[in-house]
Every structure is written in C-alpha cells, then in structure tokens.
C-alpha cells in the first residue's frame, strides 16, 4: 500500500476520533444528569477497562510485566485522564461551556510549544504554527466570540481548564514513548490506573451505591464508556505514532465542529454564516498541521 492511502486511512481513523470524542459531550449531559460526576468518570473509565480487557483476550495478546512500563502508564493516566478530566471537571464549575471549549481547544498550541521548546521530538514549521492558530480561530467562531467576554473573570476555573489543555498536550507528546507496546496495551495500561485511582475516589467523594440511574442514563455510560473512550483510545494511542503528537491534539479543533453537526442532525439546529466560516477555518487549521512535509531536494 502506498503512502498516501496509509495516510489516507489514519485521515479516516482521524474523523473516527473527532467523532467520537466530540459526541461524548453529548452523552456526559445525559448521564450526569443522574450521575454524580466522579462516579460517571470512574464508570466511564471501568466500563472502558473491562471493554479493552476483553478486546486483549479475544486478540490472545498479554500485557507488559516490566515494572518501569506500568509506571509509565501512570504518569499516562495521569496526564490523558485522571488529572486533566479532573482538572476540567473543576474548572467548568465557574466557566461556561462556551469559553471552556475554547481554551481546552488550546492543547494543539501547547503540544506546539512543548515541543518546538523543550522536547524537539518531531520537526515544526510556520506552517503548523498557522495551522494551529488557524485552528483555535476556528473554534471561537464555532463556539461564539460573545465566549470570550468571559476571560479575566473567574480566573481560577480558567487556569483549571488551561490545565486541562496542559496536559492533553503531555498526553499527547509522553504516548509518543509507547510505540513498541502497542495501542491496545496501551489503552487498556491506562484505563487500569485511572480505575485504580477513580473508582476508590467516587466511594470517598460520593455514594454511588446509592443511585438509582435511569436505562437513559445507563445506556449513555456505556455508550461514553465503550465508544467514546475504549475503541477512542484505541485510535488515539495508535494516531500518536502515526500522525504525532501535534497532528492527534488537533483533532481538539474538530470536536466542536462535531457538537454542530449533531445539534443540526438530531436537534434541527442550523448552522449561521459564522459558524460555517468556523467549520471551514477549523478544518483548514487542521490540514496545515497534518499535511505531510515536503523534503527540500538537494
């Protein structure tokens, strides 16, 4: 297969993750609605554990045993889940939806400047710096520049949420050392941690043996569960090593793109002239980053 259909298909496995990640804001609204949040992200993160368990014995495949490896997947767990979902989760007590879209959309300029200053481990260019810019532009005009309005008030839930994009963008650039795992080990490496971590703080946090959810709202854990983080995760831990690090946090900016598609498709929403110019400039955005380098001919 040649390397423009590789490249081609990881595009596509590129969309699978945008859709998936950007719909389970839809599903977190139905769930949480009955669901205490903690516990919702414990369940999520066990329902997706227990998913990618059984995926790794259907593929008779086994997990690392090198204790340095699952240490690693800590530091993972850490950066791609249990910290920045909390981190997020706390900051979106005091910031609105709108404004908290944007600045976690910030993780592609992040992963840019990580690496452009401190780990070099892929190469850069002007391009990708404006495509980044590009990106982020895109989403203010989706989500709504009236968003903006907010920044300088509440400062602490937007640090959160800043801290949150911080760390997608470490999730990001750390799974880059994963390649000789695997996606599947990874994935799963992970989702251990964050249920060895999250479920222990929902009894501490909350009670969940004392809820009694509605199948609405149990059907959209496990779809958030299954979907929107197990085979996610599988996509994305295989996206790093094939597009990198800045080209899987771009699919930040396609995720609200994906909220107004749904709101058109399942609401009867319509899309305004600037939410389309939104659209475009995101995916524009999105095409300089990933667009493959052209080596100089000497």
Same mark, same amino acid.
């Given at each position: 297969?040649? =390397? $423009?259909?590789?490249?081609?298909? &990881?595009?596509?496995?590129?969309?699978?993750?945008?859709?998936?990640?950007?719909?389970?804001?839809? !599903?977190?609204?139905? @769930?949480?609605?009955?669901?205490?949040?903690?516990?919702?992200?414990?369940?999520?993160?066990?329902?997706? @554990?227990? !998913?990618?368990?059984?995926?790794?014995?259907?593929?008779?495949?086994?997990?690392?045993? &090198?204790?340095? #490896? *699952?240490? %690693?997947? =800590?530091?993972?767990?850490?950066?791609?889940?249990?910290?920045? *979902?909390? @981190?997020?989760? *706390?900051?979106?007590?005091?910031?609105?939806?709108?404004?908290?879209?944007?600045?976690?959309?910030?993780?592609?300029?992040?992963?840019?400047?990580?690496?452009?200053?401190?780990?070099?481990?892929?190469?850069?260019?002007?391009?990708?710096?404006?495509?980044?810019?590009?990106?982020?532009?895109?989403?203010?005009?989706?989500?709504?520049?009236?968003?903006?309005?907010?920044? =300088?008030?509440?400062?602490?839930?937007?640090?959160?949420?800043?801290?949150?994009?911080?760390?997608?963008?470490?999730?990001?650039?750390?799974?880059?050392?994963?390649?000789?795992?695997?996606?599947?080990?990874?994935?799963? /490496?992970?989702?251990? *941690?964050?249920?060895?971590?999250?479920?222990?703080?929902? !009894?501490?946090?909350?009670?969940?043996?004392? +809820?009694?959810?509605?199948?609405? $709202?149990?059907?959209?854990? $496990?779809?958030?569960?299954?979907?929107?983080? =197990?085979?996610?995760?599988?996509?994305?831990?295989?996206?790093?090593?094939?597009?990198?690090?800045?080209?899987?946090?771009?699919?930040?900016?396609?995720?609200?793109?994906? /909220?107004?598609?749904?709101?058109?498709? +399942?609401?009867? &929403?319509?899309?305004?002239?600037?939410?389309?110019?939104?659209?475009?400039?995101?995916?524009?955005?999105?095409?300089?980053?990933?667009?493959? #380098?052209?080596?100089? %001919?000497?």
């Amino acid at each position: 297969m040649s =390397g $423009a259909a590789n490249r081609r298909i &990881e595009y596509v496995f590129f969309t699978i993750l945008a859709l998936l990640w950007g719909s389970s804001y839809l !599903f977190i609204k139905v @769930a949480v609605a009955e669901i205490p949040p903690v516990t919702l992200i414990a369940m999520r993160v066990a329902g997706a @554990a227990v !998913f990618l368990t059984i995926v790794l014995l259907l593929q008779q495949k086994t997990m690392p045993r &090198e204790l340095r #490896t *699952w240490g %690693q997947f =800590g530091i993972q767990a850490i950066f791609n889940s249990i910290a920045a *979902w909390t @981190a997020l989760a *706390w900051g979106q007590q005091f910031v609105g939806a709108g404004l908290a879209s944007v600045l976690n959309s910030t993780a592609p300029i992040f992963v840019f400047l990580f690496t452009a200053l401190v780990t070099r481990h892929e190469a850069l260019d002007g391009r990708k710096l404006i495509g980044a810019v590009v990106g982020l532009i895109g989403v203010i005009l989706i989500v709504g520049v009236d968003a903006l309005a907010g920044l =300088g008030g509440a400062v602490a839930g937007q640090v959160a949420c800043l801290v949150g994009a911080m760390l997608y963008a470490g999730a990001a650039i750390y799974g880059k050392r994963f390649a000789q795992v695997g996606a599947l080990q990874t994935a799963l /490496g992970t989702m251990l *941690w964050a249920t060895a971590v999250l479920v222990p703080a929902a !009894f501490v946090l909350e009670n969940p043996l004392a +809820l009694s959810p509605s199948p609405k $709202a149990l059907a959209a854990t $496990a779809i958030l569960s299954i979907f929107c983080t =197990g085979v996610a995760l599988l996509i994305y831990f295989r996206l790093v090593h094939t597009l990198g690090s800045l080209g899987v946090a771009s699919q930040a900016y396609l995720r609200a793109g994906v /909220g107004v598609i749904l709101g058109v498709v +399942l609401l009867g &929403e319509t899309i305004t002239p600037m939410v389309l110019i939104g659209l475009v400039a995101a995916i524009a955005g999105v095409a300089m980053i990933n667009a493959p #380098t052209r080596q100089r %001919q000497g």
